[in-house]
């Protein structure tokens, strides 16, 4: 106590200096020299700040809508962009599609002015309560305010709705109808609608389609959406099994996927379709409307037919990637492809199973469709611990490993895959056996006379 407290004099006056009053002019002293270095850094406080406001949240739940990975989009950009309509908020403003928005908003009008219907105002109201959420559906943040984006919306949703209705219920068509008709324009909106950035949620779709016709009873949403894309319900897929529809490239890929389940093993690698050929597998088509319905017995592969044409690749693009952005643990369409990468390395390969009805090449050559296998999975992952054909690359495998597979094949691709040469063959072991009971019967008949 006494070193606690010290006296001094300083122009004739006594104070008393003690580690409180010491403490508290350094820090005076210490505040007097950090601020002017605080107002120094004032602009770059702010400038992060803003940079920390500007930070997408991380990935929710609620995202379903996504941009493409570049990684994946500089493989084939065109595969991910829309050709003539613009649907959502990705490509929206794009000058390309704007002669395609003239025909956008006459839908729009036919839906909101139809008699009958609900004011515009009612569809303002449900898209402004609903807009976080629709907001929250994209895997990006929106630069766009409130009324633009809600309008978007309008606009976009009701085009889809008066398509669907159109395509349907012939009463509903027009001139415009007519025009969006052609073969060349029909074709490239139908396949615009099912690109992966090119969505609005369905559950918009819905709310707007309920307010749309309560004045007509016609079909479900769902139903109509399943009657526009029937060409891709090759399964027959009825509308009460489908729980949860997240947008049209959803509903595409639902369609294209297995209804049964299957064992899910670690993953293995197989051969290519000439290499299995030669160890004595056989190649069939299957008789499954799902693709990936192969099957695996006796030595037969049976893989479903696939037709590649044009539209292909951007199809199967679209899937794969709304597969490795929101289903990495359940990619039915991935996996397939990485199977039929094991099979196809070259066009000898297509050639193959061309030959054997697995493979409706509408491309052009068979190097075409080659090039199309091998690109498709580059830059894709998949989950090695659940790989939807290890089990049958397993037993592929195990076929292979039999030596007696491999010679019954070689025996028959040598000298019986033709009937001149099976008759030639046979025509050889005849004359072969006939020579040996000669050389026996010869032998015997020496061996008798001795």
Not at 23 to 44: F, H, R, V, W
Not at 53 to 61: D, L
Not at 115 to 140: M, T, W
Request: net charge negative; charged share 25%.
């Amino acid at each position: 106590m006494v070193n606690s407290f010290k006296t001094s004099r300083e122009s004739g006056e006594e104070y008393i200096s003690s580690p409180i009053t010491d403490e508290m002019g350094a820090q005076e002293e210490c505040n007097t020299i950090i601020a002017p270095l605080m107002n120094k850094y004032d602009s770059l406080v702010t400038s992060i700040d803003k940079m920390l406001e500007e930070i997408e949240p991380s990935v929710t739940s609620e995202y379903c809508i996504y941009r493409v990975p570049q990684k994946i989009r500089k493989l084939n950009e065109e595969a991910y962009n829309p050709r003539v309509v613009s649907i959502g908020p990705f490509h929206h403003g794009d000058e390309r599609f704007k002669s395609m928005e003239v025909f956008k908003k006459r839908y729009f009008k036919k839906v909101v002015r139809r008699d009958g219907g609900v004011h515009l105002k009612n569809y303002i109201e449900f898209l402004k309560y609903c807009e976080a959420s629709i907001r929250q559906c994209y895997s990006e943040i929106i630069e766009m305010d409130s009324d633009e984006f809600v309008t978007m919306m309008l606009v976009d949703g009701c085009f889809i709705i008066e398509l669907l209705l159109r395509t349907y219920y012939t009463d509903f068509r027009d001139a415009d109808h007519s025009i969006l008709s052609a073969t060349r324009l029909c074709n490239d909106i139908y396949r615009d609608l099912i690109l992966l950035e090119n969505q609005i949620p369905f559950f918009v779709l819905e709310g707007m389609f309920n307010l749309a016709m309560t004045y007509f009873k016609p079909l479900p949403l769902l139903d109509l959406s399943l009657y526009f894309f029937e060409n891709y319900n090759v399964q027959q897929k009825p509308p009460a099994g489908f729980i949860s529809i997240k947008h049209f490239t959803d509903l595409i890929l639902i369609l294209h996927r297995p209804t049964s389940q299957r064992e899910v093993k670690e993953f293995k690698y197989t051969s290519s379709a000439t290499e299995l050929n030669e160890a004595g597998v056989k190649f069939i088509a299957g008789s499954s409307n799902c693709l990936l319905d192969i099957k695996f017995s006796d030595g037969v592969l049976e893989i479903p037919c696939i037709t590649l044409y044009d539209k292909t690749e951007s199809l199967i693009r679209n899937l794969m990637a709304l597969e490795l952005c929101h289903y990495p643990g359940d990619s039915y369409m991935i996996d397939y492809f990485f199977f039929m990468d094991f099979l196809v390395n070259t066009p000898k390969d297509v050639d193959l199973l061309i030959q054997n009805g697995i493979i409706e090449n509408w491309l052009g050559d068979s190097k075409q469709a080659a090039d199309l296998y091998n690109n498709l999975n580059k830059n894709c992952v998949i989950i090695s611990s659940n790989f939807y054909f290890s089990a049958l690359c397993e037993e592929l495998n195990a076929y292979c490993k039999v030596p007696r597979h491999k010679w019954k094949a070689t025996l028959k691709h040598d000298y019986f895959n033709s009937p001149w040469r099976t008759a030639s063959t046979s025509a050889a072991i005849v004359l072969l056996a006939l020579t040996f009971i000669q050389t026996v019967c010869s032998i015997l008949g020496a061996a008798k006379g001795n």
